[in-house]
């Protein structure tokens, strides 16, 4: 039986030209190294806007470097890639070029590995229905990953659903549409799958669904207070899981020195302000 600790960031949103939330970013970094843990994972949005520049990956890839695991491992979000293509609500999705450009620059966007009893997978929800290549790939690998023993574990930008699987989803940016929910939460009730970590929400928020806990991690960068059919708490952090075995448990830290941004104005209007915030030069006394 092997005893360790892995710490999930989510949603670290930093640029080198729009440095908006890198304090939180900075907060965060320093409060999961001091905590030594064995395994870091940042469930994607690492950049704030790296679909349309990529020196924000390049920027959010050398970052993400600064944490002292002996792991770390990142998956993609929106703001890395952009959504899929199916999403017909999102601005900004994913193409084989904004994909080619965070394999180079930041690295594999899906991906499994073992530690301790443990099996962990990462994946790219925006391959979902994207017809590309990668997306049968990517399925091929977790089938194939699915065989495993042990207990698994699986981290994604995306959270399958808010509360319930069969839900009807009206918004399809803020969970997997039902399609591919129904083919990956099939492949996972099948297998010994014991959790599914997402960010993307920026709220902090458990559901046991089937014996499968998914895990809504909180963002670094900012919360968001809008009154949403969501669910969780908005929340500024990250968490911290103790892995006992095939046992594991789950901690929230909420660093005092970072700072509970809220984001609510951004969504008020009939366009999110994040698109006219990353065109607007950062508004700085330098
Ligand atoms: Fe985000
Ligand atoms: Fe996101």
């Known amino acids: 039986m092997t005893d360790f600790r892995l710490v999930i960031l989510s949603d670290t949103h930093v640029s080198a030209t729009h440095p908006l939330f890198f304090h939180n970013f900075e907060v965060a970094l320093e409060a999961a190294n001091a905590l030594a843990p064995d395994v870091v994972i940042v469930t994607g949005d690492l950049s704030l806007n790296g679909p349309d520049a990529p020196g924000d990956l390049d920027f959010a890839a050398a970052q993400m470097r600064r944490f002292s695991a002996k792991v770390t491992k990142l998956v993609p979000g929106n703001h890395d890639v952009g959504y899929s293509p199916a999403a017909l609500s999102a601005e900004q999705r994913i193409t084989p070029e904004r994909r080619q450009k965070y394999l180079e620059r930041v690295g594999p966007d899906f991906w499994k590995f073992d530690y301790g009893d443990w099996r962990f997978i990462g994946l790219n929800p925006f391959l979902f229905e994207s017809g590309f290549e990668a997306e049968s790939e990517q399925l091929a690998m977790v089938v194939e990953a699915m065989s495993y023993s042990g207990p698994i574990g699986v981290f994604t930008h995306v959270p399958f659903f808010s509360d ?14 039902p399609g591919p929910r129904a083919d990956y939460l099939g492949l996972f009730d099948a297998a010994d ?32 207070s809008t009154p ?32 509970n941004m809220d984001l609510r104005n951004w969504s008020r209007g009939s366009e999110h302000r994040y698109f006219r915030i990353v065109e607007h030069p950062h508004r700085s006394p330098v």
């Open 228 to 259: 949403s059919p969501l669910g969780g708490v908005p929340w500024v952090g990250f968490l911290e899981m103790t892995f006992s075995g095939e046992r594991f448990s789950i901690v929230t830290h909420e660093p005092e020195d970072m700072i």
């Open 193 to 224: 799958l014991r959790f599914v970590a997402s960010g993307h929400i920026h709220r902090n928020k458990r559901v046991i669904v089937d014996g499968i806990t998914h895990i809504w991690a909180p963002g670094t960068a900012f919360m968001q």
């Open 164 to 177: 319930h699987p069969n839900e009807d989803d009206p918004d399809t940016t803020a969970t997997v549409r």
